[in-house]
């Protein structure tokens, strides 16, 4: 049996009925919002995990891979670690494309364990051809929001972190990055560790930059990587116009990041403690842990003079108005002519 088609609730709605009861055993959302998914997932594992050992009770599998096989293992096993389980069983029309496949996935519907919550996604507008109806189900829309609705989302954040940014920053942001949720929150990730409490559509568009332009963050990672490309990204950068004391903030900033990192686990921390503690979000553990083994503690002693010389300079009235003779670049040579160990 197939389900009808007919007009779905929406994200809103998920968020309404989460409120008032619990969640169902299956659930399928539609529609090409990824980033609202993955919010309404999140929001579902907190609720039926409560923090019970969630790291190996959610498990995410995208089926366009062939992964519905593990899959499958992942939502008709039980746990060692938790009472219950969600499986994400994402673009499942993947699936459905082969009769060995839609033949697994109905095994995986009528057999599914009480302890277990099912999370099926699509991009599609509708209901995938072939997929059975489960009593209970959950079927939700995930429409792209309209670009007001997220100005507005991102004047919000913002400002419960306590920054504040122009209306118009926030519309050129969305002109960037499209009807993206999940691009909008990378971004916003970026700019609430900007360590800036007011940001202009100049500062804005210059933390998170574009295809064409680069950003101040893809440029300090390749100068705290020892990339020389990250010459022709400050040049590009001064070139169009980056406030060049916004851009040796972050590079202090992530000086200050490694050197925390260090020192926490010179005291004896787990690596996950000392990325906690020097402000790395998780997704960037693997790259922030290799930059920091590129940059031991001795060489970020040594940074710091540098970067100090390049603050009094910047903030001096005898800049030279040439871009190649900015005092960044004299602090990004600095770096690369640290001699330093590979591991402090």
Same mark, same amino acid.
Not at 49 to 77: I, N, Y
Not at 121 to 138: C, D, E, I, K
């Given at each position: ?81 938790? +009472? ?5 069983? %994402? ?26 919550? %099912? ?60 009807? +993206? ?58 070139? +169009? ?53 590129? +940059? ?17 300079? %910047? ?30």
């Amino acid at each position: 049996m197939t389900m009808d088609r007919k007009r779905l609730p929406v994200a809103r709605d998920l968020y309404a009925e989460l409120a008032k009861k619990s969640p169902a055993r299956v659930y399928l959302f539609l529609g090409e919002d990824e980033g609202e998914k993955d919010k309404a997932v999140r929001r579902i594992a907190d609720i039926v995990l409560k923090g019970d050992g969630a790291e190996h009770a959610l498990g995410r599998f995208h089926c366009e891979t062939g992964e519905l096989m593990q899959a499958a293992d992942f939502a008709l096993s039980r746990s060692m670690f938790s +009472n219950a389980r969600v499986c994400v069983m %994402l673009n499942i029309d993947s699936a459905l494309a082969s009769a060995s496949g839609a033949a697994l996935l109905g095994e995986v519907l009528e057999s599914l364990p009480d302890s277990t919550t %099912l999370v099926m996604t699509s991009r599609a507008n509708r209901p995938p051809a072939g997929l059975q109806a489960v009593s209970g189900m959950g079927v939700f829309q995930f429409w792209p929001p309209f670009e007001k609705d997220l100005s507005g989302y991102i004047v919000r954040t913002l400002k419960a972190e306590g920054i504040s940014i122009d209306a118009g920053a926030a519309r050129s942001l969305v002109d960037l990055l499209g009807r +993206n949720v999940r691009a909008v929150d990378g971004a916003l990730e970026k700019l609430r560790n900007s360590g800036l409490d007011r940001l202009t559509e100049e500062t804005a568009l210059s933390l998170i930059g574009g295809e064409k332009e680069g950003s101040v963050f893809e440029f300090v990672d390749a100068l705290f990587c020892g990339d020389r490309s990250s010459f022709a990204r400050l040049k590009n950068l001064i070139e +169009n116009n980056c406030p060049e004391l916004l851009i040796l903030n972050q590079i202090s900033r992530r000086a200050d990041s490694i050197e925390r990192f260090h020192m926490a686990v010179r005291s004896g921390e787990t690596e996950e403690e000392a990325l906690r503690k020097a402000s790395v979000p998780p997704r960037s553990g693997e790259a922030f842990v290799e930059m920091a083994r590129l +940059n031991p503690i001795t060489k970020i002693k040594r940074i710091y003079p540098l970067i100090g010389a390049a603050d009094r300079a %910047l903030k001096s009235h005898r800049v030279s108005k040439s871009v190649a003779a900015s005092p960044l670049f004299d602090l990004s040579y600095g770096m690369f002519a640290i001699d330093s160990p590979i591991m402090a």
